[in-house]
Every structure is written in structure tokens, then in C-alpha cells.
Nanobody
Framework: QVQLVESGGGLVQPGGSLKLSCAAS????????MGWYRQAPGKERELVAT???????NYVDSVKGRFTISRDNVKNTVSLHMNSLKPEDTAVYYC??????????WGQGTQVTVSS
């Protein structure tokens, strides 16, 4: 059974930085896509950033230039470096992975709060 375990969320002041990390365990599956989604209160879950196994990235416009995604295909890990954080980045961030059969996996979520 595949498990995605996130770490690194927390409280940060506007303009600050955080790094989210996610590790997949429980299976030798290699994922086609790994990335991050987020869901703010009262809003739908949205894509934040994804990276394919070939290193193609995709970012939501609101985080371009501030967030950077990276992954280790061998270790099955994905990270999100978040800089210049804004209050509107406050959300629960979910690690996401999709295998070559298009099955999707989700982490349990980690809270990121940007507030002074």
C-alpha cells in the first residue's frame, strides 16, 4: 500500500519561506507525476506545482517565481520550496502522485499558515 507522508508545514510571517517535503513508502512504484495541491477554507483544491519524471514542471500562476518544486525519482520524494509567502498561500497542502496507470495517490495534508 502506497503512502505519501508530508512534512514541513507550519506558521510563517508574510515574506517568509517554508519547505514542504513528501516521501512515498510502501511500494516500489515509480511515479510519472509528483507534486503538490492545496485547499484553502471554503475553496476547491487546486494544483500548486507538479513535476513529471522527465522534469517537466507546471505551476499555478499565483506561485510562479516564488515556489520551486523538486523531486528525486530514485527516492520517490518531492519537495516544494516556498519563498515570499503571502497570506493567500494559507491552505492545507497535499502531496500528490500519479503512477503510469494513471492511479492517483494523496498524502494526509500539512497546514501552511502565513500570518503576522
Amino acid at each position: 500500500q502506497v503512502q505519501l507522508v508530508e512534512s514541513g508545514g507550519g506558521l510563517v510571517q508574510p515574506g517568509g519561506s517554508l519547505k514542504l517535503s513528501c516521501a512515498a513508502s510502501g511500494s516500489p512504484i515509480r511515479f510519472n507525476v509528483m507534486g503538490w495541491y492545496r485547499q484553502a477554507p471554503g475553496k476547491e483544491r487546486e494544483l500548486v506545482a507538479t513535476m513529471t519524471s522527465g522534469a517537466t514542471t507546471n505551476y499555478v500562476d499565483s506561485v510562479k517565481g516564488r515556489f520551486t518544486i523538486s523531486r528525486d525519482n530514485v527516492k520517490n520524494t518531492v519537495s516544494l520550496h516556498m519563498n515570499s509567502l503571502k497570506p493567500e498561500d494559507t491552505a492545507v497542502y497535499y502531496c500528490h502522485a500519479q503512477d503510469w496507470l494513471l492511479k492517483r495517490y494523496w498524502g494526509q495534508g500539512t497546514q501552511v499558515t502565513v500570518s503576522s
